[in-house]
Nanobody
């Protein structure tokens, strides 16, 4: 079992930056693929980014490529999402997710463990 807790969400102006954190507990996540998804009101939960267990492989949705960076600090059992050049369309609840398999799967159904989400609001 892996428990995930996100933090770092908030209100930011367009063009600004935020860093989200996802703290894992219950077991070490060294070999676990970690991901961030987001869900805007009335929309489906969309893939944002994922990172392999070693941190050497990352995957990004086209909509965030070049603006968002995923990283992990296995010693702290934590994954981060650095978001820059934020746009109003980035407004959503951001969820951290984990899966015991390799590869940056982009479907939420591929992930077994989920956090409760943290809200990000980008004002224009």
């Amino acid at each position: 079992q892996v428990q995930l807790v996100e933090s770092g969400g908030g209100l930011v102006q367009a063009g600004g930056s935020l860093r989200l954190s996802c703290a894992a507990s219950g077991r070490t996540i060294n070999s676990v693929t970690m991901a961030w998804f987001r869900q805007a009101p009335g929309k489906e939960r969309d893939f944002v980014t994922a990172i392999g267990g070693s941190g050497g492989t990352t995957y990004y949705a086209d909509s965030v490529k070049g603006r968002f960076t995923i990283s992990r600090e296995n010693a702290k059992n934590t994954v981060y999402l650095q978001m820059s050049s934020l746009k109003p369309e980035d407004t959503a609840v951001y969820y951290c997710a984990a899966r015991d398999a390799y590869g940056g799967a982009r479907s939420p159904y591929e992930y077994l463990y989920w956090g409760q989400g943290t809200r990000v609001t980008v004002s224009s």
